[in-house]
């Protein structure tokens, strides 16, 4: 359980929070994406802006942490479809 814990601090640092950024800017991104049956992304580039901008605007604040959270999972989902 203490490794999960890291590993999710570890999401939020610097370099990932750049990182994620830069991929979410320059991926070639579906239309839409069902990632699970309750999650369903209608318009991907404005979902990927939006989380970019709050990440922007707020970082580090930890509130704003599901906004990175979402572009990793959408990342993963993108590259597991790949």
Not at 46 to 64: C, G, L, M, S
Request: hydrophobic residues 30%; proline residues 5%.
């Amino acid at each position: 359980m203490k490794a999960k814990t890291k590993e999710k601090k570890n999401e939020y640092d610097e370099q990932t929070v750049r990182d994620i950024i830069e991929w979410a800017t320059h991926a070639d991104l579906p239309e839409e994406v069902k990632l699970t049956e309750s999650e369903y992304i209608w318009n991907v580039k404005r979902y990927v802006e939006a989380n970019i901008y709050d990440i922007r605007d707020h970082y580090p604040d930890p509130f704003y942490n599901p906004s990175i959270t979402r572009l990793i999972r959408l990342k993963e989902f993108v590259e597991s479809k790949g």
